[in-house]
């Protein structure tokens, strides 16, 4: 099965799906924790952010909007990034799918808000999305332009 016959049938069933937690990590690198959430344990042994079901995780250039307007994006004063991720945290996603010529991922949720990968530098969209819920962890990513679907333990390009 291709990537994108494989992607049909995630993104059909992560609808539904409540958003459970939303973390910064390093830079504007975006997480997003969907369903049941899993506690994850730094290597030092303290708490870490918890892993979802399912995850989209974004290295650099995201944004958020809504039906008139983009309410913020990694290029946004982050002091307008916490309220816009408090519209994300509860929601449910209504829609995930890929826009572009390279893939980009777009969620819209319940409310009517998206949030979107939206790649401004060269090389590859960086983004990935995690499907925890089956006997393998399931990625999503791209790969010399196209969607690419692995375990997670290639190396990152």
């Known amino acids: 099965m291709t990537p994108l016959k494989a992607f049909e049938p995630f993104a059909a069933s ?6 459970s937690h939303v973390w910064r990590g390093y830079g504007s690198a975006v997480f997003i924790e969907c369903g049941k959430l899993s506690p994850v344990s730094r290597r030092d042994g303290s708490p870490g952010n918890p892993d979802g079901e399912v995850s989209l995780g974004v290295e650099w250039s995201w944004r958020i909007e809504d039906k008139a307007a983009i309410r913020c994006g990694s290029w946004s004063e982050e002091s307008l990034w916490e309220p816009a991720f408090d519209t994300l945290r509860n929601a449910r ?3 995930c799918e890929l826009f572009g010529a390279l893939p980009e991922v777009a969620i819209t ?8 990968s939206f790649s401004t530098t060269d090389g590859q969209p960086q983004w990935h999305l995690v499907d925890r819920r089956g006997d393998q962890e399931q990625w999503f990513t791209v790969r010399e332009g196209r969607l690419h679907i692995g375990d997670g333990s290639e190396p990152t390009t």
């Open 14 to 19: 992560v609808i539904g799906l409540p958003i």
């Open 93 to 95: 996603i209504a829609r």
């Open 109 to 116: 949720f319940d409310s009517g808000i998206r949030f979107l």
